[in-house]
């Protein structure tokens, strides 16, 4: 909207109550799609795989940025400090899967069963994971960016 000026910035400003709008419709259908019964019985599973994946992807994007940050010529010029931070944040929004498509896939192909309750219950835990390491990352940015000026 902004490259091409097809929409105002208030325009977009005022789209933001759909969005939030349609985040909690996902939310709310990913929930119900989840089955209580089973899932207590796959607890360790789901906080195991949750973790596996969460870990796993963070820590390999986590340092593919930070390895490949000297090629680009924006993340070149920066701190160590603050490319830690660059590089946290992108682990972190990389763990992110869409539960819509997950949801669509296993409707589509009326699965049910305890394979079926173990993915969702990993596709809403990591969601659960990743808005809290994202607010986690948010609250360090200005930690990193007073420490980096404080510094020069």
């Known amino acids: ?26 939310g709310l259908a990913a929930g119900a799609e989840l089955q209580l019964s089973e899932l207590n019985r796959s ?20 340092f593919a ?4 940050a000297s090629l680009t010529p924006v993340l070149g010029s920066v701190s160590s400090s603050q490319l830690t931070a660059i590089a946290s944040l992108g682990g972190t929004l990389m763990m992110t899967r869409s539960p819509a498509s997950a949801i669509a896939v296993l409707k589509e192909m009326d699965a049910k069963g305890s394979f079926v309750s173990l993915v969702m219950g990993v596709v ?3 969601d659960v994971v990743v808005i809290v390491l994202f607010a986690l990352n948010m609250e360090l940015v200005p930690l990193v960016r007073q420490a980096s000026s404080s510094i020069v």
Do not use: H, R
């Open 43 to 62: 607890k360790k599973q789901v906080v195991s795989l949750t973790a596996g994946i969460c870990c796993m992807t963070w820590i390999f994007c986590f």
């Open 1 to 26: 909207p902004y490259v091409l000026s097809i929409l105002s910035q208030d325009f977009v400003k005022d789209l933001s109550i759909i969005e939030g709008a349609c985040l909690g419709i996902i």
């Open 124 to 126: 809403v835990l990591k």
């Open 65 to 68: 940025i930070k390895w490949t």
